[in-house]
């Protein structure tokens, strides 16, 4: 299923919202499947590789980190750890901008 850029670009933000959101409230960090699960709850059509699609790209824009572990005998990949870099704490809270995100 193809998802369009500007639905991936939303995405994105929401992604760095709700990571802003559960740092703010001082929770324990996403990983890859509660976040899909969060962005499920707010009505957006993802699957596990999308959201690794997606927080690799944000991981590229430098506006998260996070820990990734791939199982050898499935070749699994699990993301774990997501959190905000500066930069992506500055375009939540309207700092600076990136065309990649719609926040």
Do not use: C, W
Not at 1 to 24: P, S
Not at 39 to 56: I, T
Not at 58 to 85: M, N, P
């Amino acid at each position: 299923m193809a998802v369009d850029a500007k639905t991936k670009r939303n995405m994105r933000g929401a992604i760095l919202k709700l990571i802003y959101q559960k740092n703010e409230r001082q929770e324990a960090r996403f990983r890859d499947q509660t976040l899909l699960a969060a962005l499920d709850d707010l009505a957006f059509s993802v699957y596990l590789n999308l959201v690794h699609e997606l927080l690799q790209s944000l991981s590229d824009s430098a506006l998260v980190k996070y820990k990734e572990d791939k199982d050898r005998k499935t070749g699994e990949l699990t993301i774990s750890q997501i959190q905000l870099t500066p930069r992506g704490r500055g375009i939540v809270q309207g700092e600076e901008t990136d065309s990649s995100v719609n926040v």
